[in-house]
């Protein structure tokens, strides 16, 4: 049972990291000159395959 908690708090903590890495991501690609006038779905593209 305590292996079991151990492992939701591991890919708890592992799942907001994520979120927090796109958020980071995302905020810089805003201030880069011109990504904000390109197409919604260029955009999420980039973001997307760009961190690859």
């Known amino acids: 049972e305590q ?6 708090r591991i890919f708890q903590r592992c799942q907001f990291r994520s979120v927090e890495a796109v958020q980071e991501i995302t905020e810089f690609a805003k201030n880069i000159p011109g990504f904000v006038n390109l197409d919604l779905n260029d955009q999420v593209t980039l973001l997307k ?3 690859h």
Do not use: L, P, Q, R
């Open 49 to 51: 395959y760009g961190v």
């Open 3 to 8: 292996n079991k908690e151990v492992a939701i």
